[in-house]
């Protein structure tokens, strides 16, 4: 079992940054590929962002590609995302998740756990 907590939203003007974290309990943590997804007000949730279990491989939503960088922590049991060059179009609910493969996936259906969401509001 593992458990996600998401932190880091707020409120941003376009073009600033923020940095999203998702620590997660258990010690399996390692082992798990872990994604970034997003979720707008009357839109489908959707990918954003995906690592592997060893952090080697990367992959992004052609969206995001360029101003995202997905990245983890295994001491810490972390995941981060690294937000730059916000636009309006990137306000969303924010959710982490965790796939036990451990490889890359980008389908909601691949992921076993998540967390609650954070908030993130880009302004224009």
């Known amino acids: 079992q593992v458990q996600l907590v998401e932190s880091g939203g707020g409120l941003v003007q376009a073009g600033g940054s923020l940095r999203l974290s998702c620590a997660a309990s258990g010690r399996t943590f390692s082992t798990y590929g872990m994604g970034w997804f997003r979720q707008a007000p009357g839109k489908e949730r959707e990918f954003v962002a995906a690592?592997?279990?060893?952090?080697?491989?990367?992959y992004y939503a052609d969206s995001v590609k360029g101003r995202f960088t997905i990245s983890r922590d295994n001491a810490k049991n972390t995941v981060y995302l690294q937000m730059n060059s916000l636009k309006p179009e990137d306000t969303a609910l924010y959710y982490c998740?965790?796939?036990?493969?451990?490889?890359?996936?980008?389908?909601?259906?691949?992921?076993?756990?998540w967390g609650q969401g954070t908030q993130v509001t880009v302004s224009s």
């Open positions: 998740a965790a796939d036990r493969s451990g490889l890359i996936r980008t389908s909601t259906d691949s992921y076993t756990y």
């Open positions: 690592i592997s279990w060893s952090g080697t491989r990367t």
